[in-house]
């Protein structure tokens, strides 16, 4: 499996605020970490069983992190970086996480080791048709109502990408490629304080 990671802190890049909430207000931040009985307010979890596991077992007692945002899409789009696959579909997802330690949330040190840790336990997985970035980014932390006292810290954007001849293939190379990137946070999890 093929993985790497990224550090975009520059003026234009992505950024969160947490929570979040549309500006239609139709879909907002939903804390699984405290109440995983509201997986069903997350729609792409609902459509996707292997996604609502992930959250699952990432806003679970045993991890260290904790969900803020997700999305999944299918594609026959394909970048020049991803004809190394020789797929023609792709099932992609991201999931945005942050620590749960309030103290790691603001620590650069801690996002970084992290992002190296991950990124070196998933290219010892075996060879799959899948793709793992992990983007570490700026959060603006905030309490409902009180933007103008947000706090600045950081996150990552974990994007897993399958690959395959059709649909179907993409989406069985997503999903192992979502168990082995859930199974290594768990592992790590067990180390990062």
Known sequence: MDADFSIELGHDDAVLDYPWADPSGRVAYVDLKRHPELISEVEEATKFPELAEFLGKLNSERSAFESAKCDVWTSAE?????????????????????????????????????AKRL?????????????????????????????????????????????????????????????????????????TT
Not at 84 to 94: L, M, N, P, T, V
Not at 119 to 140: K, M
Not at 151 to 156: A, D, I, P, R, V
Request: aromatic share 10%.
């Open 119 to 191: 990124t070196e336990l998933l290219r010892r997985a075996p060879e799959i048709a899948a793709a793992v970035e992990l983007s570490v980014r700026r959060c603006f932390f905030c309490e409902p109502g009180q933007a103008e006292e947000a706090s600045e810290g950081l996150y990552f954007t974990v994007y897993v990408n399958g690959y395959g001849d059709d649909e179907t293939a993409a989406r069985k190379n997503w999903a192992i490629a979502m168990k082995l990137v859930e199974n290594a946070i768990l592992q790590l999890s067990a180390t």
């Open 78 to 114: 394909l970048s020049a970086e991803a004809e190394i696959f020789g797929a023609s579909h792709k099932i992609a997802s991201y999931v945005d996480v942050l620590f749960s330690n309030l103290d790691q949330r603001t620590s650069f040190a801690a996002h970084e080791g992290f």
